[in-house]
């Protein structure tokens, strides 16, 4: 007779709490970089319908917008620094996202974007 292979209860049991952890980190990463997506989307548009001549405050102004309609909330419009480089316009902003996983346990995401990249 053949030994019958495969998992046994407790081995199906591990696999599957691992597969769990796996999609519950994926859930708390997912919004991370749909938002840091969402921020360089922002600064293109804004570069893109913004007149270069324009103070910084319109650019601020601006982002705010896009910021609102797609509900970017990391990232204020006071801490992005707009300035320009041989004529273009190059907006950038630092900042940090924390994700809490579970108890004390938790993520630290930092994000540097330009508008230029």
Same mark, same amino acid.
């Given at each position: $007779?053949?030994?019958? &292979?495969? !998992?046994?209860?407790?081995? +199906? @049991?591990?696999?599957?709490?691992?597969? $769990?952890?796996? !999609?519950?980190?994926?859930?708390? @990463?997912?919004?991370?970089? *749909?938002?840091?997506? &969402? *921020?360089?989307? /922002?600064? /293109? &548009?804004?570069?893109?319908? +913004?007149?270069?001549?324009?103070?910084?405050? /319109?650019?601020?102004?601006?982002?705010?917008?896009?910021?609102? +309609?797609?509900?970017?909330?990391?990232?204020?419009?006071?801490?992005?620094?707009?300035?320009?480089?041989? &004529?273009?316009?190059? @907006?950038?902003?630092?900042?940090?996202?924390?994700?809490?996983?579970? /108890?004390?346990?938790?993520?630290?995401?930092?994000?540097?974007?330009?508008?230029?990249?």
């Amino acid at each position: $007779m053949k030994r019958q &292979g495969g !998992l046994s209860l407790i081995s +199906t @049991l591990i696999v599957g709490a691992f597969l $769990m952890a796996l !999609l519950v980190l994926g859930f708390r @990463l997912v919004p991370v970089y *749909v938002e840091y997506f &969402g *921020v360089k989307k /922002a600064f /293109a &548009g804004v570069v893109a319908s +913004t007149d270069a001549s324009a103070p910084a405050s /319109a650019f601020r102004s601006a982002f705010s917008k896009y910021a609102y +309609t797609n509900d970017i909330r990391s990232v204020d419009a006071q801490t992005i620094s707009v300035s320009k480089d041989n &004529g273009r316009v190059v @907006l950038q902003v630092a900042y940090r996202r924390e994700v809490s996983l579970f /108890a004390n346990v938790g993520l630290y995401f930092d994000f540097d974007i330009r508008s230029d990249n």
